[in-house]
Structure formats: C-alpha cells, structure tokens
C-alpha cells in the first residue's frame, strides 16, 4: 500500500468520493454515531466498494489531526493528478491558478476554496509531498481541493510558457506598474498566478507576465492583503467579469 494520508469530516471525504481525486483504503467511523448523514457516506463508499469500519474513539482520535473530524475520517493515497493540457482541454477562456509559494496548507486550502467557487476550471502545484498536509488542505477548502482538476508543473515559468503557448495571458498580483483589479481586462484564456505572503512572485517573473494586477483599498493602508484574502478578491471579480459578457 503507496503513503497514506487522512481525510477528516464528512465533506472532505464525500468530495474525495465523488470525484475520485484519489484512492481510498478504508473509511472510520466512531462507533455509535448514526448521524443521517454519515449513514449516507457509508452507503456511497459501500457502493463504490471501499472499506466502512466502525471503530472507538480513541482509534479515530489517534489518527485525526483535530478534533473537527465529527466522528469519520478516511486513510487515503496519493492525490491523482491530470496532465497540464487537460486542464484546458474544448475550453476557448479556461481560467487556470497557481498558488505559488503559499506554504501554509490552510490558508492554500482558503484560497483554493475561493477559486473554485468562482468558477475556476483548474489548479496548478509544484511537486511536493502533499501526503502530510491532505487533511488540512481539504478541510480548509471544504473539499475544493479535491473537486478542482489539479495539474503539476516543476516551475511556474514551465506552466506559464506551456499555457501562453496555447493562447492563455498571465496574470500576477503584483504592486509594481500594476493596473487596478476592477479596471483590467480579465475576460479570455487566462493563468493567474497569486504568491506567498512570505516568498512571493519573483520579480523576472511579474516582470513577464501579460497583466500585473494591484487590488484598490478604501482608505490608506500600506499593507498587503493575507493570501487567502487576495485570492477571495481576485477571484470573485474574474468570476463578475466573465459572466458580464457584454464589458
């Protein structure tokens, strides 16, 4: 059996389910509960043939990174990933993101949340291991990173040469020469990349991109807005510009 990792709570674990972002080995739940809706996973894991177990406390508490689990978690594998074609594949205006350099798993799974609530049609990562952050990623997310179609590239030039090539713009936040977010054209093919708060975008990088994006404040404030934040922002005006067909 390949690394595995847990999922907590019934939304990261449906998710995980019904998209089938990943193999699942067994599904725990606390010996006792008979919440309708946990009834319900069980009876959709049954169908897809994975492993129910009714357990103790104390085995779930053992495994669980928290204590918001509500009584189930799930010891899952790798995370499956799509090639970075297929994540504009019969799409003429895919929006595709890249968190680039955001380390901390909850607020990557804040953002990711965000994206594709908005409409986002894929995501892109680095290579890492993604095993030990998978609970805390899916469950900030409530389950959007497991939805998401997911790509890997081994940089962020290597995906944005490979999308520009296909007729997609880059698009950073950025503060240097960077046109305000409500005033840009965010319409068509597009990679957006947000950076850390810590590591950032680096400057040849912004410096290249097609569109360098600042987000307007209402009063003078000379900090920047936390990742999760800016992703929010950003993300909620594409989705406004892109159902507004007639700007």
Do not use: C
Not at 82 to 99: C, F, Q, R, S
Not at 133 to 142: E, L, W, Y
Not at 170 to 194: H, M, Q, S, W
């Amino acid at each position: 059996m390949s690394e595995q990792a847990v999922l907590e709570g019934i939304i990261s674990i449906e998710a995980a389910l019904r998209a089938h972002s990943r193999p699942i080995h067994r599904i725990l739940i606390r010996r006792g509960e008979h919440d309708r809706d946990l009834g319900q996973l069980a009876r959709l894991a049954e169908r897809e043939q994975i492993p129910v177990e009714r357990v103790s406390p104390d085995e779930i508490d053992a495994q669980a990174q928290g204590k918001t689990h509500g009584g189930v978690i799930a010891l899952v594998g790798d995370r499956r990933f799509v090639p970075l074609d297929e994540l504009i594949a019969g799409n003429a205006a895919p929006l595709i993101v890249m968190l680039d350099g955001v380390e901390d798993p909850f607020n990557f799974g804040q953002a990711v949340r965000a994206f594709y609530a908005a409409g986002a049609d894929g995501l892109v990562v680095r290579p890492r291991n993604w095993m030990s952050a998978a609970g805390v990623v899916a469950r900030s997310s409530a389950g959007a990173s497991e939805w998401m179609p997911t790509a890997v590239a081994e940089t962020t030039q290597s995906a944005a040469d490979f999308l520009r090539g296909r007729g997609l713009k880059i698009a950073v936040a950025d503060k240097e020469r960077a046109v305000p977010l409500y005033k840009a054209d965010l319409r068509g093919g597009l990679f957006v990349v947000i950076g850390g708060e810590k590591r950032g975008i680096t400057r040849s990088f912004a410096d290249a991109a097609d569109i360098r994006l600042s987000i307007p404040y209402g009063r003078r404030f000379d900090q920047s807005l936390g990742t999760t934040a800016a992703s929010a922002v950003i993300a909620f005006e594409l989705m406004r510009q892109r159902l507004n067909t007639d700007k």
